[in-house]
């Protein structure tokens, strides 16, 4: 719905896939470029704000802790999710 809206909008264009017409390419408009580009950019400044504040050494960890994460879940079962038994 809401890339439907975008189209409606003239933010995006659709086009549909050679290989497969049921897919479609999605690609910006001159309008939604700058669309994008305005949100985009206020959230980079947010962004760098929060990092400033927590400090480099504390996104790092934050950082090592992701990773960790993800490695734990992924050994825990987490690559295949059908699997009844874990």
């Not at 390419?25 to 990092?51: C, N, P």
């Not at 690559?79 to 038994?85: A, G, M, P, V």
Request: no cysteine; net charge positive; proline share 1%.
């Amino acid at each position: 719905m809401i890339l439907k809206d975008f189209e409606n909008k003239k933010l995006v264009e659709l086009f549909p896939m050679q290989g497969d017409k049921r897919n479609k390419r999605i690609q910006f408009t001159a309008a939604g470029r700058e669309y994008a580009d305005t949100i985009l950019s206020a959230l980079r400044k947010v962004e760098l704000a929060a990092i400033q504040k927590m400090g480099l050494e504390r996104m790092h960890r934050l950082s090592e802790d992701g990773a960790l994460f993800i490695k734990l879940f992924q050994e825990a079962g987490g690559k295949n999710t059908n699997d009844t038994n874990a």
